[in-house]
């Protein structure tokens, strides 16, 4: 069985992106506005009335700024820890909010998902896979350090959105003041391109069909340079680099679902 995949928007701009097995579909973040989630979503023909669930990974503005009017205007269920919610100070129908923790994976219909502890500078920061019976799809951003719970979900994918923040030499060159280079690449910020490659290169599984590099600084790292990195090493895993500006296609992936690697010309860029 195969699971749709698409980001709606990556970035520190915003984050969103869509999971779905046909029938029942979520949301990880909504870091776009409500209206702009819907113009989306209609462009890729997607239906809202599917989303099921929303799960906010933590509380920065790029990861909930559409939380609040989509989940009233939608009835959509969301799914937070209370740390998060208190932290962003979220206005919630109390009756539409649900929390998670790493003990108990959250069925909705068809789909599971499970939430696991990460690094970020956050009150508390959660990752998630999202599965069905035979297909798993992380969704890994906002990432200090590529720890053991990483290493260990990451190995059960089918797809990922893997953070690829920036490049070490452009962030050191680039005028951002010290404290913020420092936050951004001190354990606790993003994951650097060549970290994101060495957990690619490591523990990537044999049945890993399609990276979605994700998260890229608009300052600090470059689409052309993600990709020139990784496309040497796919060997067979469809490499796309998300935008920062505007929505993704929908990926098809699992068990049966062959990868398509993109010609160059083809491939999605975030200028």
């Given amino acids: 069985m195969s699971l749709t995949i698409a980001s709606i928007n990556s970035g520190s701009n915003g984050n969103c ?24 979503l209609k462009r890729m023909q997607l239906s809202i009335e599917s989303i099921k669930a929303i799960f906010i990974s933590h509380e920065h503005s790029d990861h909930i700024k559409g939380l609040v009017i989509f989940s009233a205007k939608y009835h959509v269920p969301v799914y937070i820890t209370e740390s998060t919610r208190k932290e962003a100070r979220l206005k ?15 069925v909705i219909g068809g789909l599971t998902i499970t939430a696991f502890s990460k690094h970020h500078d956050a009150a508390d920061p959660y990752s998630f896979t999202i599965s069905n019976s035979t297909t798993t799809v992380g969704v890994f951003t906002d990432i200090g350090t590529p720890c053991d719970n990483l290493i260990v979900h990451f190995k059960k994918c089918h797809a990922a959105f893997l953070e690829a923040n920036y490049d070490e030499e452009m962030l050191e060159k680039g005028n951002y003041p010290y404290i913020l280079k420092t936050r951004i690449k001190g354990g ?36 052309q340079l993600v990709h020139q ?34 010609k160059p010309s083809q491939l999605q860029f975030s200028f």
């Fill in 229 to 262: 990195l990784f496309e040497p090493h796919a060997k067979g895993v469809a490499i796309h680099v998300l935008s920062r500006y505007e929505e993704s296609e929908l990926f098809t992936v699992g068990a049966a679902a062959k990868p398509v690697i993109k």
């Fill in 17 to 40: 992106y869509y999971i779905s097995n046909g029938s029942e579909a979520v949301l990880v973040d909504i870091g776009l506005s409500c209206r702009e989630i819907e113009l989306r």
């Fill in 188 to 223: 606790k910020g993003h994951l650097s391109n060549r970290q994101a490659l060495d957990l690619f290169l490591q523990h990537r599984s044999a049945h890993l069909s399609h990276l979605l590099l994700s998260h890229l600084s608009k300052n600090n790292n470059n689409p």
């Fill in 92 to 106: 919630l129908d109390k009756k539409n909010v649900f929390h998670f923790n790493e003990a108990t994976p959250v």
